[in-house]
């Protein structure tokens, strides 16, 4: 599992290089403040830093069950100096559970997050075998330093998982896997766009992006850009696809 997350981490690495046009040649080296020893994944850019997902803290898990059975966090590392990163810190306490959190996604401001956690977070739930504590998207405001407002994504479901979340730059569409009915296969991409009030209703990218497997960790680039991750064979993880705005 370490190598699957180590690819999706430079995955969304280069699809944030590519997303704002780089075009110059691009090393892959594995960034300073990876252990090596623990699962990384999910990384964005956020106020000078990167917040990514990992299980460094050793702890029992509900889901996103990996062979060591540790819980996954939000994690936060900026730049020490010109040539050096900060130990990894927890991004945030108020929004850190019990259970598992992550992945994340921003708005351009910074101020607005949208991010993946158990739905139920009492201590008596947390029970390794059990898998009935479904994930859900989550929402919190930045206000005066301190991620308050949080809310359950309207469409989230106690049967089903919603997770990875992944927003537009225009903050207008949001992106998420999930495995409720209806879909191609285990987990499916989904968007909703953003209306009056509240979210639109769940669409499903159909089965040009989705199939009989399960495809997750999307990335919304510019230009109608997305990236996202696949188990299925024939698709390579981290394929690409032009997604029209209405």
């Not at 992945?103 to 009935?132: C, K």
Request: aromatic share 14%; net charge neutral; charged share 20%.
């Amino acid at each position: 599992m370490n190598r699957y997350l180590l690819i999706l981490f430079l995955i969304t690495l280069f699809a944030k290089a590519e997303s704002y046009g780089q075009s110059q040649r691009l090393m892959v080296n594995r960034a300073p403040f990876s252990s090596g020893t623990n699962d990384e994944f999910s990384p964005v850019f956020y106020k000078g830093g990167i917040v990514f997902c990992s299980n460094q803290r050793d702890n029992s898990l509900v889901s996103y069950k990996d062979g060591q059975n540790r819980l996954f966090n939000i994690f936060y590392v900026t730049l020490k100096d010109s040539k050096g990163w900060k130990h990894p810190k927890l991004l945030a306490k108020e929004i850190t559970t019990d259970v598992n959190d992550g992945p994340v996604t921003f708005n351009e401001n910074g101020n607005i997050m949208y991010y993946s956690r158990n739905n139920s977070i009492e201590n008596f739930l947390r029970n390794i075998s059990d898998t009935a504590n479904k994930l859900g998207i989550y929402s919190a405001e930045l206000i005066n330093g301190i991620w308050t407002n949080i809310k359950p994504f309207t469409y989230n479901k106690p049967l089903y998982s919603f997770c990875t979340p992944a927003l537009t730059p225009d903050g207008e569409r949001i992106y998420f896997s999930s495995d409720m009915p209806g879909g191609n296969g285990g987990m499916d991409l989904y968007y909703c766009d953003r209306g009056n009030n509240d979210w639109d209703q769940p669409v499903n990218l159909g089965p040009v992006i989705n199939t009989p497997d399960n495809e997750s960790f999307p990335f919304a680039g510019r230009y109608g850009k997305l990236f996202f991750a696949s188990d299925d064979m024939k698709v390579l993880a981290g394929r690409t696809c032009f997604i029209p705005r209405k």
